[in-house]
């Protein structure tokens, strides 16, 4: 079965600065995995996403993701923190026997001035 | 393109009545995923439905249950409502959902609130 676990349930960081969202997973077969942000009273939005390929995973706004399977790590990355990155951030590995996404427990970061 | 769309936004209920939730898929997206976001309990899945089947369910009760229509339209049933189905359930689609290596794209939710 898979499962994912999102180290750190809060993460303040300030403006400007590097944003690191970490992410480690666990997965019987090759793993398909997501980042989604969700902001206050929206759904969640696909940020990036691994199948297969380059295991360096560009997103939108920015972020982007590296696939280490030595490591069962996908940490998420952005260089330089803005305000509107505020929000909630989750991790998510597909179970394709199942067709449902396992999600971490989130994570929520505060951007700082 | 329109996004997976939901509705209502908001429903407020009494225990014990019952609640209907839809979901419009984004056009060519056969796959439909139902997700219940209660507060402490995270992201929990609910129910798969892949060209009018149901594929699959979580770990929820059978008064939970919905259908997958021919426009691959779906809608969330849960009956007996019980204070603890207080949550944000979101719907996502995505291109056919077996393999699973096919993003799912969420809607806004619904607000169910029960009192």
């Known amino acids: 079965a898979q499962s994912v676990t999102q180290l750190g349930s809060h993460v303040s960081v300030s403006e400007g600065a590097l944003v690191l969202l970490r992410c480690n997973y666990s997965?019987?077969?090759?793993?398909?995995l997501f980042w989604y942000v969700q902001y206050p009273n929206q759904g969640l939005q696909l940020l990036l996403k691994?199948?297969?390929?380059?295991?360096l995973v560009k997103g939108i706004n920015g972020f982007e993701a590296e696939f280490k399977k030595s490591e069962t790590s996908f940490h998420l990355t952005k260089p330089s923190a803005h305000m509107s990155d505020a929000a909630e951030y989750f991790c998510?590995?597909?179970?394709?026997?199942?067709?449902?996404?396992?999600f971490g427990a989130g994570t929520q970061v505060v951007v700082t001035p | 393109e329109a996004g997976v769309t939901q509705s209502p936004t908001h429903l407020i209920k009494t225990r014990g009545q019952q609640a209907t939730l839809r979901c419009s898929p984004i056009?060519?997206?056969?796959?439909v995923y139902w997700y219940q976001q209660a507060l402490g309990l995270g992201l929990q899945f609910l129910l798969w439905?892949?060209?009018?089947?149901?594929?699959n369910r979580g770990n929820f009760p059978p008064r939970f249950s919905g259908r997958q229509f021919p426009n691959y339209s779906s809608e969330l049933n849960v009956n007996a409502l019980e204070l603890e189905d207080s949550a944000l359930y979101l719907c996502?689609?995505?291109?056919?959902?077996?393999?699973?290596?096919?993003?799912?794209?969420f809607g806004d939710g619904t607000r169910l609130s029960i009192l």
């Open positions: 996502a689609s995505s291109l056919e959902g077996r393999g699973g290596n096919q993003p799912q794209h």
């Open positions: 997965s019987s077969v090759p793993p398909y």
């Open positions: 691994y199948t297969t390929g380059a295991t």
């Open positions: 998510a590995v597909s179970d394709p026997a199942w067709g449902k996404l396992q």
């Open positions: 056009s060519g997206h056969t796959s």
């Open positions: 439905y892949d060209e009018g089947e149901e594929r």
